[in-house]
Nanobody
Framework: VQLVESGGGLVQAGGSLGLSCEAS????????MAWFRQAPGKERELVAA???????YYSDSVKDRFTISRDGRETTLYLQMSRVKPEDTAMYYC??????????????????WGKGTPVTVSS
C-alpha cells in the first residue's frame, strides 16, 4: 500500500486548508486510516482517524475545527482544517493499518505511512 499526501502549504491563522491522501496498491487490506502530525522538536501525534469500526476520532486540540472524511471507496482520505492556529504548524502524515486499530494504539498500530505534507500557519 502506498500513501501520498497533498494539499499542504501556508495559511494565515483563522483560515482553512484541506489535505488529501491517496492510497494505492492493495487498498482492500486497509480500513483504519488516520492523520498524524509532527511539529519541529515534538513527538508525532494523532490528529484524526477512522478506527476499524468506522468511528471517527479527533484529538482534543483539533476537535470542532478539523474534519476527517474519505471517499466511498475508502481509498482517499481528507482532512479539512478550519480556524487554524499557529500551533497547528507541522508536517502532516497520512497513515493506514491492515490490522484492527483504535486511537489508543496510536502510531504503533499503523502499517503504512506517507511521506508527509507541510502545513505552516502564520500568525
Amino acid at each position: 500500500v502506498q500513501l501520498v499526501e497533498s494539499g499542504g502549504g501556508l495559511v494565515q491563522a483563522g483560515g482553512s486548508l484541506g489535505l488529501s491522501c491517496e492510497a494505492s496498491g492493495d487498498t482492500f487490506t486497509i480500513r483504519p486510516m488516520a492523520w498524524f502530525r509532527q511539529a519541529p522538536g515534538k513527538e508525532r501525534e494523532l490528529v484524526a482517524a477512522f478506527e476499524t469500526a468506522g468511528r471517527r476520532y479527533y484529538s482534543d486540540s483539533v476537535k470542532d475545527r478539523f474534519t476527517i472524511s474519505r471517499d466511498g471507496r475508502e481509498t482517499t482520505l481528507y482532512l479539512q482544517m478550519s480556524r487554524v492556529k499557529p500551533e497547528d504548524t507541522a508536517m502532516y502524515y497520512c497513515a493506514a493499518s491492515g490490522r484492527l486499530w483504535n486511537f489508543k494504539m496510536g502510531s504503533g498500530g499503523m502499517d503504512y505511512w506517507g511521506k508527509g505534507t507541510p502545513v505552516t500557519v502564520s500568525s
